[in-house]
């Protein structure tokens, strides 16, 4: 289609389109461009495959993650709960070394108290020791 001038001119010839540089020119850009196009979609379609694989890879690992992370949740509840195991819900947690030794009976006695028992026996014996030995030089 060919473009009329506004000059005003009645008679002056119509404007027409600059001639084309070289006849083949314009079809090799546009095949260079649409071949560009095209290796960048064949680039983007490759790599949102890469990606689909990766994420259903991860959707079928999720259920050892998952049961993973509660066995882990589990474990630390577990943990809290025995260090944290009271007589007395609102009190301060009990210090292991002050624990009884048994359950059964009334009185219990506690590892400072039995190590304290032990070292008592220890002594009284060794007492005793020295004491049958002065007697037995003694004897005529």
């Known amino acids: 289609m060919a473009f009329f001038s506004f000059s005003g001119r009645r008679g002056s010839k119509p404007a027409s389109r600059p001639p084309a540089k070289s006849g083949g020119k314009p079809f090799d850009e546009d095949r260079l461009r649409l071949e560009r196009e095209i290796a960048e979609l064949t680039r983007k379609t490759e790599e949102a495959e890469r990606l689909a694989a990766q994420k259903l890879r ?31 819900v609102f009190g301060r947690p009990r210090d292991k070394r002050h624990a009884p030794l048994r359950r059964s009976g009334p009185k219990r006695m506690t590892r400072k108290d039995q190590s304290a028992a032990r070292m008592q026996l220890l002594m009284l014996g060794a007492v005793l020791a020295v004491l049958l030995i002065l007697l037995w030089r003694s004897l005529p």
Not at 71 to 84: F, G
């Open 58 to 88: 991860e959707m079928e690992e999720l259920p050892q993650k998952i049961a993973a992370r509660e066995r882990k949740q589990q474990e630390m509840i577990r943990i809290r709960a025995v260090a944290t195991a009271t007589d007395d």
